[in-house]
């Protein structure tokens, strides 16, 4: 009987779970299937938000090829009407800054509601933040600061935030490819001849340069906080920083126009030469500020040994960029001598350029200074590895590096004047910004006056007067001054150097480059000069005309007897055989490292650069049945069996090697000699060749 009561007890009770048990499966699925439904449309809502994002990086990319499309358009129409006083850099920071104030006050993008703002007790800020919500962790990562006055307006903010690229597409993709076609395109000749006054400039100078502008800004800082509280920090480092990187020229512009103009090719040289090295002396000097730090807790204080080191590290960071640059261009140089590729030069080209970029980037991996690597880079690369390549390779690379230098350097510039107005950090102060026009200009005059003036004192052909107020007035400043600044805007002081740099930048490249003619014609400097000739007129007043040998520092002539008769032997097919030049001790080396072509030209007397030496030994010439020898001296022997013709011929090739350029080709060499243009060249139909 009591069983039974339990058993019918059981059966009851089961009744009564089913339905409980129904129930509470139901609402599992229930539940189930509506968090699948919303994980589906949170996906839904991320793919959105995704291709939203894409649309809107694809029209950012589209704003600044449209930028760069127009400008190439408005330049065609300015060299076609002839129009000198706006550059095509100048022209781009115009558009520029026009999109700017469309993007900053025309455009707005309405707010998204599902942006929320929660507030929590923080000490820093954290570069990634974990959030969890509902159970899930979602990243977040910092994208900066925003005043309260914007928080409404967070939209707008990350629409100009997406125009405003990361500093280092600069450093490693824009910067490389101007600072190497500077190198490789260098016209070494006249280069050469100045290389004692461009060094001066461009080392000694920026130095000078950076210090006075500097001290002179500390000063005004310091008025600064008299006058009224700073918002922050400035100290003396910061203003050394800020002279460093003002203290880079650019003159982009002035050099477009002498190129167009033909202006006198010494002072080309001069201004060419200076802004190529002085962007590099600027890099690795502004590197050195930075890493200053004293022992102790205030790191801002003078301390002697804090000094010497960050000289060390100066010396030490553009002596390794210098051999970094230098190695990668003797390799890719032995790699195009003793390979086929010169078969290939599609693959060539592209060895070339992956060769000729990875300087850079290994060169900042290493903890140096790309822009030194790669511009030494395209010097070695210039110098030896192009006498290696294929023709087709030969103008690949020039019109490859011509083409992304233009494009390069015209989205710099349309980028700085599209920061004028889309940069969220700027900090102009009226004070900060006329001390520091007032600095540049004078950091400039201390570079040139003093500097010219000691040059002169050892200079046969004086730099006049004229050429150093052009100098002067030619020290624009341009893409490595705003690389330099925008790399570090975190505190309020490089904020203030970044605004205030920009000004600089604006007003070098529009007013200084748009008056270059007018200052031209002001200083009487002469045009119409042909590149490839030299002066027939000396630099230094009432100098006497130059000879056809050219004087040459003793320390280069030593250089190129050596790069003649060992370095072009191994690293190219020119110059002469090393079996020549080397011990006999060494003759199966020697065999191994010469090329055959290096033995069909074995007869070769000079190679490109042997126009800059005429004085440091004896160049025999033979002609025919002619061998016409020209000592240090520049007296002409003659010898042979053709007797009196003979001695007419030298006689007339002395004066065609004297006032004339004569191309001598014999036995596949060319020999490009110096000539000065002062009288016409002489024919005689018994030299044609």
């Known amino acids: 009987m009591g069983f039974q009561v339990t058993v019918s007890g059981a059966r009851r009770a089961t009744r009564t779970l089913w339905p409980l048990v129904l129930v509470s499966l139901s609402v599992c699925i229930c539940v189930c299937r509506a968090s699948e439904v919303d994980s589906a449309m949170q996906n839904i809502v991320t793919e959105k938000k995704a291709e939203e994002s894409h649309r809107q990086d694809s029209a950012d990319l589209l704003i600044f090829i449209m930028l760069l499309t127009l400008t190439i358009l408005t330049i065609w129409l300015f060299k076609h009407r002839r129009f000198r006083f706006l550059h095509e850099t100048g022209l781009a920071m115009i558009y520029g800054v026009l999109m700017g104030v469309v993007l900053r006050y025309g455009i707005h993008v309405p707010r998204d509601v599902s942006n929320g703002t929660l507030s929590c007790p923080v000490n820093n800020s954290p570069a990634t933040l974990l ?134 090719v010494d002072l080309y040289a001069l201004l060419f030469g200076e802004s190529v090295l002085n962007d590099a002396v600027a890099v690795v000097l502004s590197s050195s500020i930075v890493a200053y730090q004293p022992q102790g807790d205030n790191s801002h204080t003078f301390e002697a040994t804090a000094l010497l080191k ?154 006049r007067s004229n050429f150093q107020h052009m100098m002067m007035f030619a020290g624009l400043r341009g893409a490595m001054t705003f690389a330099l600044s925008i790399r570090d805007t975190a505190t309020y002081a490089r904020q203030m150097m970044f605004s205030t740099t920009l000004l600089i930048v604006f007003f070098t490249v529009w007013v200084c480059g748009g008056g270059t003619t007018q200052m031209l014609s002001c200083q009487r400097i002469r045009v119409g000069v042909d590149s490839d000739q030299d002066n027939s007129v000396s630099i230094g007043e009432g100098s006497e005309r130059r000879s056809t040998k050219q004087e040459s520092a003793w320390l280069f002539r030593i250089w190129y007897n050596f790069d003649h008769n060992y370095l072009k032997p191994i690293l190219t097919h020119s110059g002469p055989p090393l079996t020549a030049t080397m011990p006999p001790c060494c003759g199966p080396l020697a065999r191994f490292l010469t090329s055959p072509q290096a033995f069909e030209n074995e007869c070769q007397l000079r190679d490109d650069d042997s126009d800059l030496i005429l004085t440091d030994s004896d160049i025999n010439l033979t002609y025919g049945d002619i061998t016409i020898s020209t000592d240090a001296t520049g007296a002409h022997m003659s010898g042979g069996p053709a007797g009196m013709a003979a001695a007419a011929s030298a006689d007339d090739l002395d004066r065609e090697l004297a006032y004339g350029d004569h191309e001598l080709v014999m036995r596949g060499t060319r020999l490009v000699l110096p000539m000065d243009d002062s009288e016409p060249p002489f024919t005689d139909p018994r030299l044609h060749m």
């Open 310 to 463: 960050s000289f060390g590290m100066f010396l030490g960071i553009f002596s390794g960029s210098f051999a970094l640059g230098v190695a990668t261009g003797v390799v890719t140089a032995l790699v195009t001598k003793f390979t086929k590729l010169r078969d290939f030069p599609l693959l060539e080209t592209a060895l070339f350029f992956l060769m000729s970029w990875s300087t850079f980037l290994l060169a900042e991996a290493c903890g140096f200074t790309g822009v030194v690597a790669v511009l030494f880079c395209g010097i070695t690369q210039a110098h030896y590895t192009f006498n290696n390549l294929s023709p087709e390779s030969q103008d690949r690379t020039k019109q490859l590096f011509e083409l992304l230098n233009f494009l390069a350097e015209n989205f710099i510039f349309s980028y700085m004047g599209l920061t004028l107005f889309t940069f969220q950090s700027h900090s102009f102060n009226p004070m900060f910004i006329v001390g520091a026009f007032l600095s540049v200009f004078l950091g400039r005059a201390a570079n040139i006056y003093p500097l010219s003036f000691l040059l002169n004192l050892g200079r046969r052909n004086k730099i």
């Open 131 to 264: 959030v969890n919500v509902s159970g899930k962790y979602y990243e977040y990562t910092l994208k900066g600061e925003i005043s309260p006055n914007e928080v409404n307006s967070v939209q707008d903010n990350e629409m100009l935030r997406k125009v405003t690229f990361d500093p280092e597409v600069f450093f490693n993709i824009l910067l490389p490819p101007i600072i190497f076609y500077a190198g490789y395109s260098l016209k070494r000749r006249h280069f050469f001849r100045n290389m004692g006054s461009i060094l001066a400039y461009a080392f000694l100078g920026t130095v000078v340069s950076c210090f006075v502008i500097g001290l002179l800004m500390y000063g005004c800082v310091t008025l600064m906080k008299h006058w009224a509280p700073l918002q922050g920090d400035f100290f003396f480092t910061d203003c050394l920083y800020f002279g460093a990187i003002v203290s880079a020229t650019d003159p982009v512009t002035v050099l477009a126009i002498f190129n167009e103009l033909q202006v006198d």
